[in-house]
Nanobody, 120 residues
């Protein structure tokens, strides 16, 4: 079992910044892919950004809507996966969820979610 705890959500004005952080209860080396997703009421959860670690290197992937504004990063020493969000827009308002795929358990794990609200 893996527990994921997210912090950093809140209310910010358009154009502002927030940093989300997700702390995993186990070492990040267990996880093939780590990422952030978001969900608004009545809609499906959508990918925001992922970071994949393989022997060949680290790969990041971003939704088109956040490219150039959001940056995902990980810290193996702290077991954290962060999402730096700049130039926030009201359309970024959502509950943001941390996700990892455990290569040994062969299943995904989700955090409890953190609310991000961007006012116009």
């Amino acid at each position: 079992q893996v527990q994921l705890v997210e912090i950093g959500g809140g209310l910010v004005q358009a154009g502002g910044s927030l940093r989300l952080s997700c702390t995993a209860s186990r070492t990040l080396f267990r996880f093939e892919t780590m990422g952030w997703y978001r969900q608004t009421p009545g809609n499906q959860r959508e990918l925001v950004a992922t970071i994949t670690t393989r022997t060949s290197g680290i790969t990041t992937n971003y939704a088109e809507a956040v490219k150039g504004r959001f940056t995902i990063s990980s810290d193996n020493a702290k077991n954290t996966v962060d999402l730096q969000m700049n130039s926030l827009e009201p359309e970024d308002t959502a509950v943001y969820y941390c996700n990892v795929y455990d290569r040994y358990d062969r299943q995904p794990y989700w955090g409890q979610g953190t609310q991000v609200t961007v006012s116009a």
